[in-house]
């Protein structure tokens, strides 16, 4: 059983550049999260998915941001025109859709580095 | 405003003792409680949850305890483990949204 998979680990960049991440959930798993996490802090809810539906935004998810889920199976996350302030860990996670609660599962991150 | 409070950066406690940490909540809409456990370099691993309906939740050397009148939980390990050290993190979501609020986390050190 694979868990969260995401790619790249790090990725280090300039200021204003694009950069894309991408999360392969767990196979069965139709839910699919990401969150971001600066030092000292808790992950911080950026925007989920139940299969290609995007069914919550956060605030915190500027126009610079986009999450895609095409087939309701990877999804990729791509952060436009970066700023100093995007430096974070970038995490992933997935839940199964069914009655109840669910937990969720994380991936071990994308560590953002802006220079 | 945080809606999810883990006032103890850190705690440090004895292998085979037990450690408790603390998490606070204000928002009464919380219905399901999760604790977390993060090494370096790792993601965060899913340990126990809890629903509002119960009080309490056991796995193990882990037991879950939830006071919703004080808006309240408590993650209890017994004995402790040096590879418990760790930091622990406090989640909830309530009802109707699948979103995680987290707490900002207690950095737990299991001494020999």
């Known amino acids: 059983d694979t868990g969260v998979s995401q790619d790249p680990r790090h990725k280090i960049t300039k200021r204003g550049q694009n950069v894309t991440f991408r999360c392969d959930p767990i196979?069965?798993?139709?839910?699919l999260y990401w969150y971001r996490q600066t030092l000292g802090q808790g992950p911080e809810f950026l925007t989920y998915f139940q299969n290609e539906a995007q069914l919550e935004k956060s605030r915190l998810l500027s126009d610079r941001f986009s999450a895609e889920r095409p087939k309701g199976s990877f999804s990729t996350l791509e952060i436009q025109r970066t700023e100093q302030g995007d430096s974070a860990m970038y995490l992933c996670a997935s839940s199964l859709d069914g009655t109840g609660n669910q937990p969720q599962h994380f991936g071990d991150g994308t560590r953002l580095s802006i220079l | 405003d945080q809606q999810v409070k883990q006032n103890s950066p850190s705690l440090s406690v004895q292998e085979g003792r037990i450690s408790i940490l603390n998490c606070d909540y204000t928002?009464?809409?919380?219905?399901?409680f999760l604790w977390y456990k993060k090494y370096p370099a790792e993601g965060p691993t899913f340990l126990i949850s809890?629903?509002?309906?119960?009080d309490k939740n056991e796995d193990g050397r882990f037991t879950v305890f939830l006071n919703k009148s004080a808006k309240h939980l408590s993650l209890h390990i017994v004995p402790s483990q040096p590879g418990d050290s760790a930091v622990y993190f406090c989640a909830a979501s309530a009802l109707g949204t699948d979103k995680l609020i987290f707490g900002t986390g207690t950095r737990l050190q299991v001494f020999p």
């Open positions: 809890i629903s509002s309906i119960k």
């Open positions: 196979s069965e798993h139709n839910r």
């Open positions: 928002n009464s809409m919380f219905d399901y």
